[in-house]
């Protein structure tokens, strides 16, 4: 009895184990979970929203941390400030050709770059839309997007901010949330109205009796914002007016300059391992002086469409290919965590929708 007992456990930990490594290579090769945690995709993607993310369209990313906890990400659950994984090794990346390219406007995973703490695929996850790829010359004018100097169309949904002017009585809460509108508020008494917005919704709310006007909120081009990419002076740009810029390209090679620095220095250290010393008259990479660097990767530009609250390419520059992890594919399901009962708190109309 005891034997079969044994017999019995030993199934049960095979059968378990066996099922952590078909979740964890489905996970690795063929798609993954994403929740949409914050607002800056409002209104193509919303906070709450569960997106499948394919990892077959670009090609898997082999494991660069192969020691990990299953289905953790950072740090083990209900262990707070444990790690879920041991960085003692580290591979090399690695990336299974996939069945297409990376497409302008396609919605995509990636771990945030900047995050130095963690390694490369421990890193955050973020979910924006990739607007220039490698080898594009990249521009914001006016808040309209320029790839190869060609205007962009946006995104249907596309949001900006705009000042709203009203006769001073409340705008009508029920029709901010049949709008969508739920981000900005009142910001005087005089009727004064800061909303985040489609242009549809725009348009509605113009033709509010007690709306006088709804104008368009702008930077204006040459006003310099420090926290805005390369956080440099010599780059007067801001979230309205940015560029043009040259995407990294695999292969390419860019001539060094105290001018141009600001733009690639993160790239040659941070991202590609190098050792960078600059002094009065030279660059030293790895030792060796340089007036040229060779990109080793290719890099991407991405944008939330929620365009003036979202942090991306604008605020931190641009994103490596070994930190894409996959093509957000469609929507398996959407909570609101907002609303009032159970039944209610499923956004039922974007079940299975399509990503565009």
């Given at each position: 009895m005891a034997k079969k007992n044994k017999s019995n456990f030993v199934e049960w930990i095979e059968a378990i184990f066996l099922a952590i490594v078909i979740v964890s290579v489905i996970r690795i090769f063929v798609?993954?979970?994403?929740?949409?945690?914050?607002?800056?995709?409002?209104?193509?993607?919303?906070?709450?929203?569960?997106?499948?993310?394919?990892?077959?369209?670009?090609?898997?990313?082999?494991?660069?941390?192969?020691?990990?906890?299953?289905?953790?990400?950072?740090?083990?659950?209900?262990?707070?400030?444990?790690?879920?994984?041991?960085?003692?090794?580290?591979?090399?990346?690695?990336?299974?050709?996939?069945?297409?390219?990376?497409?302008?406007?396609d919605v995509v995973v990636f771990n945030y770059p900047l995050e130095t703490e963690h390694p490369v695929d421990q890193k955050t996850f973020f979910v924006k839309r990739c607007i220039a790829l490698p080898g594009d010359t990249f521009r914001i004018?006016?808040?309209?997007?320029?790839?190869?100097?060609?205007?962009?169309?946006?995104?249907?949904?596309?949001?900006?901010?705009?000042?709203?002017?009203?006769?001073?009585?409340?705008?009508?809460?029920?029709?901010?949330?049949?709008?969508?509108?739920?981000?900005?508020?009142?910001?005087?008494?005089?009727?004064?109205?800061?909303?985040s917005m489609t242009s549809?919704?725009?348009?509605?709310?113009?033709?509010?009796?007690?709306?006088?006007?709804?104008?368009?909120?702008?930077?204006?081009?040459?006003?310099?914002?420090?926290?805005?990419?390369?956080?440099?002076?010599?780059?007067?740009?801001?979230?309205?007016?940015?560029g043009p810029v040259v995407i990294p390209r695999a292969g390419d090679s860019v001539s060094l300059s105290f001018q141009n620095l600001p733009l690639y220095e993160k790239i040659i250290s941070l991202y590609e391992g190098n050792t960078m010393e600059v002094n009065d008259s030279a660059f030293l990479i790895n030792g060796n002086e340089s007036k040229y660097y060779k990109f080793k990767m290719n890099y991407y530009f991405v944008l939330g469409d929620n365009r003036h609250n979202s942090a991306d390419s604008r605020f931190w520059g641009f994103v490596p290919e070994n930190h894409l992890v996959g093509k957000a594919v469609f929507i398996l399901f959407s909570v609101d965590k907002n609303a009032v009962g159970m039944f209610s708190k499923i956004r039922w109309r974007r079940i299975l929708n399509r990503i565009q």
């Open positions: 798609f993954e979970l994403f929740a949409v945690s914050s607002t800056s995709m409002e209104k193509s993607l919303l906070a709450g929203d569960f997106i499948f993310v394919s990892q077959l369209h670009y090609g898997p990313r082999m494991p660069i941390t192969p020691l990990s906890f299953p289905f953790a990400h950072q740090e083990i659950p209900f262990l707070e400030n444990r790690k879920s994984y041991w960085e003692g090794i580290q591979l090399p990346y690695l990336r299974i050709p996939g069945f297409s390219k990376i497409n302008h406007n004018e006016k808040k309209k997007v320029y790839i190869n100097d060609m205007e962009m169309e946006n995104p249907e949904l596309t949001q900006f901010n705009y000042h709203v002017k009203t006769d001073s009585t409340l705008i009508n809460p029920l029709l901010l949330y049949e709008l969508g509108i739920n981000e900005g508020g009142k910001i005087s008494n005089k009727g004064d109205w800061q909303l549809d919704a725009r348009e509605r709310l113009k033709k509010e009796k007690n709306v006088n006007e709804v104008i368009e909120t702008s930077e204006q081009p040459g006003h310099y914002t420090e926290y805005v990419f390369p956080n440099n002076e010599n780059f007067p740009w801001n979230v309205d007016n940015f």
